[in-house]
């Protein structure tokens, strides 16, 4: 197994502030903008952008954690049951701009779930996807972000890790690991 360091703790930090203009330009005073941020791994960046432009444009967005499991097309495809994370989502949607966040997409099914799962809370006016890797040649769905951190050009064999410190790891970093040597 080989790894190869994508960006490292001070790359991130500056990829997140730009990430977070880049929603200071587009949604202003964030008024009727919320942040929903998909379990597992998604709520750890989405609570790290809340913070972020909590610091930047002084704003308070609401932040909601979206499990998507029992939405997937693969549920019941799997050899072990995929276990199920919690929702949090203390707000309606209704008529919000909602934000999307996750850490890395893939082949789009993720995404494609969460849509799904999130009409629960209301109709928003519109939903933007922002994820902070972007694997690319491996989307299943046709499902394109709107804020991207970093585009990765990957192989089906390779995996893109995220290690952050809210998750426990000692630093922020991002890893492309080669499953096979």
Wanted: with cysteine.
């Amino acid at each position: 197994m080989q790894k190869k360091l994508i960006l490292d703790s001070d790359l991130l930090d500056i990829t997140l502030s730009r990430l977070c203009e880049q929603l200071i330009e587009n949604h202003g005073s964030f008024e009727d903008s919320v942040i929903l941020g998909l379990q597992p791994r998604g709520i750890f960046l989405a609570e790290l952008i809340q913070q972020k432009i909590r610091t930047l444009a002084k704003k308070e967005v609401p932040l909601g954690y979206l499990d998507a499991t029992f939405y997937r097309d693969d549920f019941r495809r799997r050899d072990t049951p995929a276990k199920a994370s919690e929702t949090r989502v203390s707000f309606v949607i209704e008529g919000k701009r909602v934000i999307l966040v996750d850490d890395v997409l893939f082949t789009g099914r993720t995404v494609r779930a969460a849509l799904d799962a999130m009409i629960a809370f209301g109709r928003p006016e519109k939903v933007e996807l922002l994820v902070l890797v972007d694997r690319t040649h491996t989307r299943d769905l046709p499902i394109a972000a709107d804020y991207i951190g970093k585009c990765v050009n990957t192989l089906e064999s390779q995996r893109v890790l995220v290690e952050l410190v809210a998750q426990g790891h000692k630093q922020n970093r991002i890893w492309l690991i080669n499953n096979k040597v």
